[in-house]
């Protein structure tokens, strides 16, 4: 299949009101997000300290959401081969779920918000991001919709936006490279990931401490 064989950019669909508020969040997603990630960060010292198997399980679906985002990275072949040949990626994680990728990014931020063990940031973050991957997806598929046509809509009828398929979809197009991975810079944002945990593990005290000397200065205890 050609590259973009349609010759549909993103920015010539004509999207939906959804599509068109998901084109404006994308641009944005990174300060869309940052709020409701300090956020958590800041209550880390919550003295009502989660047990040691709640923090494993938070952990664990920290730990399944980036290697989920690895795998999902992998299977982007065209993302950084201006070269190459674009297609409806199906295999992979694209060949049981239509967004793996977006599913993956949940699990990798959840632990920040359990770990706070606050509920109510916690429900706001879940429905925060819900809200503002809805819009983002709907912009995606309609892009998809516009290049692919009825590839697209055989696909999408037959795999669903969140929850994975028992068996992978046929045909499967694309394969996996360690290129867009490299280049995307995934093996830093493990390492980043990873070493906050094990530093508010190891060096919880510290880290206790503060946090404790910025809230004093701002004067806001939310667990109080």
Known sequence: ???????????????????????????????SLLPLLLAPVFLLNNPDFPPVWFRILA??????????????????TWAHKSSGQRHLMTAGPYGRMRHPLYAANFLVFLPLFL?????????????WFAVLHLAIVRRE???????????????SAAVRRWIPRIRPYEPAQGGFSIEPIIKGR??????????FFICHEILRS???????????AVGIYPWN
Do not use: K
């Not at 950019?9 to 508020?21: I, L």
């Not at 770990?115 to 429905?127: D, K």
């Open 186 to 195: 995934e093996p830093v944002h493990l390492a980043l990931w990873a070493g």
């Open 115 to 127: 770990l706070a063990n606050v509920w109510w940031l916690t429900a706001i973050f879940v429905a």
């Open 59 to 76: 952990y664990a679906a920290g730990g399944m959401g980036m290697a989920m985002r690895v795998l999902c990275t992998g299977y982007r």
């Open 1 to 31: 299949m050609p590259l973009n064989p349609s010759g549909i950019q993103a920015g010539d669909v004509g999207y939906s009101g959804a599509g068109r508020t998901g084109q404006i969040i994308y641009r944005h997603r990174a300060a």
């Open 141 to 155: 598929e309609e892009v998809l919709d516009a290049r692919y046509g009825a590839e697209w809509s055989a696909y």
């Open 206 to 216: 510290g880290f206790v401490s503060f946090l404790d000397s910025l809230q004093d």
